[in-house]
């Protein structure tokens, strides 16, 4: 016996019309005068503000028929520039803007203006070198974690040459790519070595936080960066990479809490680093590096450079001045660089533009 389906009569559902997609808005705007326009496209929203990092950087926008919010701002002085939107209180990245700082959290946009000439953070028409990120797994500390390097101009072609290396970390609220997107460190070495200021050198960037998210365990952030980088990343850096590996072919620097790791990690293990940097930093206290303080002839004998700055307006400046004075009170050669300005990348870029020349010579 056959069964027959019969097929059903009623014709099938017409698909659902769509709604149109808007357009997204343009943001940001930037005018050769250097004014700068924001928008966003929020219908429902009741307030909408831009935060920038410029002077006077704070202006509230207003919403036109369209539903999109705008302001125009400026004239903006060149440079690498932090802004966020604040919507109903809530701070956000710009979503017309694909820059993005690279953060734990992200909620930054950048607006990166070029100067008329180039600056030293600027793209010029030099040789270029090659950023190179990694993914690895951390055996000390059983996870995989990232790091950035960067190789200058020419690396591939020396095939015999060792290049020292900078190990050089970020703050709080960033992470390994940070310096690169938003510090620009790849393009300032590229002119440095260019103008022949500074020496060709590899530089590595690291995750800061080693210690796992959450609740603090019983090792500090410090102790597993400290672990990580001196059993896991600078073998595999020396494993791949044709690097110096004496005390005077390497350098550890940072920024806030990356200097305080660095300061810290540098000054007790001057065996491997003889050039210790911190910029606007997390300072160690005085039981962390007790034994570096404590022989000063032997610390003096290591060191090719202890070099520290911090801002006027920084609030780690008083930290800051309470370590130099206690540098100077135990004897151990350092060099001092107050400068204007706050804990902000527009420093620490000029910070690495001042002190890159000084590396390695």
């Not at 109903?88 to 203006?113: C, F, W, Y």
Request: hydrophobic content about 40%; proline content about 8%; aromatic content about 8%.
């Amino acid at each position: 016996m056959m069964i027959g389906l019969a097929a059903s009569a009623q014709p099938p559902a017409a698909p659902a019309p769509r709604r149109p997609q808007m357009a997204a808005a343009q943001s940001p705007q930037v005018r050769a005068d250097r004014r700068v326009t924001f928008r966003l496209r929020a219908p429902k929203a009741g307030e909408v503000v831009v935060s920038g990092q410029w002077p006077n950087g704070r202006a509230t926008m207003a919403k036109d028929g369209n539903d999109v919010w705008s302001v125009t701002v400026g004239p903006i002085e060149p440079g690498v520039w932090e802004y966020s939107l604040q919507v109903d209180g809530v701070q956000m990245i710009d979503p017309g803007n694909p820059a993005i700082k690279p953060m734990r959290e992200p909620r930054t946009s950048i607006l990166h203006l070029p100067g008329q000439p180039p600056l030293l953070h600027d793209f010029q028409d030099v040789p270029h070198g090659v950023v190179h990120e990694h993914t690895y797994f951390s055996k000390s500390l059983n996870r995989v974690r990232e790091l950035v390097v960067y190789t200058p101009p020419g690396y591939e072609k020396q095939a015999d040459a060792r290049f020292p290396t900078l190990y050089l970390q970020h703050g709080m609220g960033d992470n390994q790519a940070t310096w690169v997107v938003h510090g620009k460190v790849h393009w300032i070495l590229d002119n440095l070595i260019a103008q022949g200021r500074a020496r060709p050198m590899v530089i590595v960037m690291m995750d800061g936080h080693a210690a796992p998210r959450g609740p603090r365990g019983s090792e500090s952030s410090t102790t597993a960066f400290e672990r990580d980088l001196l059993e896991d990343v600078m073998p595999f850096v020396e494993a791949n990479y044709r690097v110096k590996t004496d005390p005077a072919g390497r350098a550890i620097a940072g920024l806030s809490m990356g200097g305080g790791q660095s300061l810290t990690i540098g000054l007790n293990h001057l065996d491997r680093f003889a050039w210790v940097v911190g910029f606007s930093s997390a300072v160690p206290s005085r039981e962390a590096i007790a034994d570096t303080l404590n022989d000063a002839k032997a610390t003096n004998e290591k060191l090719k450079l202890l070099w520290i700055g911090c801002g006027n307006d920084d609030f780690l400046r008083r930290r800051n001045e309470e370590f130099i004075s206690l540098l100077k009170d135990k004897d151990i050669r350092h060099e001092w660089h107050l400068i204007d300005g706050n804990h902000s990348w527009p420093v620490w870029r000029i910070y690495l533009g001042d002190l890159a020349p000084k590396l390695f010579q």
